[in-house]
């Protein structure tokens, strides 16, 4: 099964690249731009067909490794 | 005197540091990450410098799992020597040793240069031969190395004389290289036995080349 991981930086803490992204925009003149937050995404195809199980592992999987949750939430999804 | 420098594919300090600490007259062993034991008779393991996995997903997020950190994390809780230098700092932080996490520089770019920096706390074995408010100078090499904690753990950190190293400028005022909360570059652990930092003291042994004064850390950690 399909299984993509979101994993972004937590509210409140800075992102540097978002913010160097941002600036770079502004440079282009794209001036109507906010605010740019950077995560990034992962694509796993995992064995299985019960989705409650799935997810239960791989946010095993994050907790463990994908994601590191001092400073960085993730979602799961479940194509 | 034994000092085992683990190594990991992408490391890249450790022959430096292997160098330094056998000016120092230590007995170094470099360790492969693969390993399942230290050496029994280690008095200090190092975490070196460099890039794990070429610092794929995260830096360091992927050495907490090799197979010898399960005996650094067991030689850390049973109270041993633990010494992470920049990449090594930030396995410290991945496996919960040490406590926060690293960002991308604030200027996103990689910075690479001497740096002055400020002793805050001294009552620990790594700063015990340098005085608090001495300032030093020592190279900074990193990409990510924008330290990040919430404000209850800062304050847990304060509180127990745990914030080791600022980086400052010549005459020791805060200059802040890459966006670290109140420009923090060294932490220890709440039993003062781990160690994490951005600056590479095994960069600073020889003042014809620059600077030494990595050495009395070095051999601070020895003298433990």
């Not at chain 1, 796993?44 to 019960?50: H, P, Q, R, S």
């Not at chain 2, 005996?71 to 990449?87: Q, R, T, W």
């Not at chain 2, 400020?118 to 100078?137: A, E, T, Y």
């Not at chain 2, 003042?207 to 009395?216: N, T």
């Amino acid at each position: 099964m399909k299984v993509i991981v979101n994993i972004q930086l937590k509210e409140g803490v800075l992102d540097p690249q978002g913010k160097a992204v941002h600036h770079a925009l502004g440079a282009l003149k794209f001036n109507d731009v906010n605010d740019v937050r950077i995560g990034k995404q992962i694509i796993l195809d995992v064995d299985g067909e019960d989705k409650e199980q799935i997810r239960t592992k791989v946010a095993d999987m994050c907790e463990d490794l994908l994601a590191n949750t001092v400073i960085e939430n993730y979602e799961i999804e479940i194509a | 005197m034994k000092v085992s420098v683990v190594v990991f594919p992408g490391t890249n300090c450790e022959i430096d540091t292997k160098y330094a600490y056998e000016k120092l007259n230590a007995d170094v062993d470099l360790v492969f990450h693969k390993d399942e034991k230290l050496p029994q008779d280690t008095d200090i393991v190092v975490l070196p410098g460099g890039f794990s996995y070429g610092d794929y997903l995260r830096s360091a997020a992927i050495a907490k799992f090799s197979p010898i950190m399960k005996d650094v994390i067991k030689f850390a809780n049973e109270g041993g020597k633990v010494l992470g230098i920049c990449n090594g700092f930030q396995m410290l932080l991945e496996m919960g040793l040490l406590p926060g996490a690293m960002k991308r520089n604030a200027n996103v770019h990689f910075i690479s240069k001497y740096h002055n920096l400020r002793v805050v706390n001294n009552d620990n074995i790594f700063l015990q031969k340098l005085n608090v408010n001495d300032v030093v100078n020592i190279p900074i090499a990193h990409g990510e190395g924008n330290y990040f904690i919430d404000e209850q753990e800062l304050q847990e950190l304060y509180d127990n004389n745990q914030v080791l190293l600022k980086y400052t400028d010549e005459n020791g005022i805060d200059k802040n290289p890459n966006g670290s909360v109140d420009s923090i570059a060294c932490i220890c652990n709440k039993n003062k036995n781990v160690f994490g930092l951005m600056p590479h003291p095994e960069r600073a042994i020889e003042s014809l080349l620059g600077s030494d004064d990595g050495v009395k850390m070095l051999e601070g950690l020895m003298e433990g």
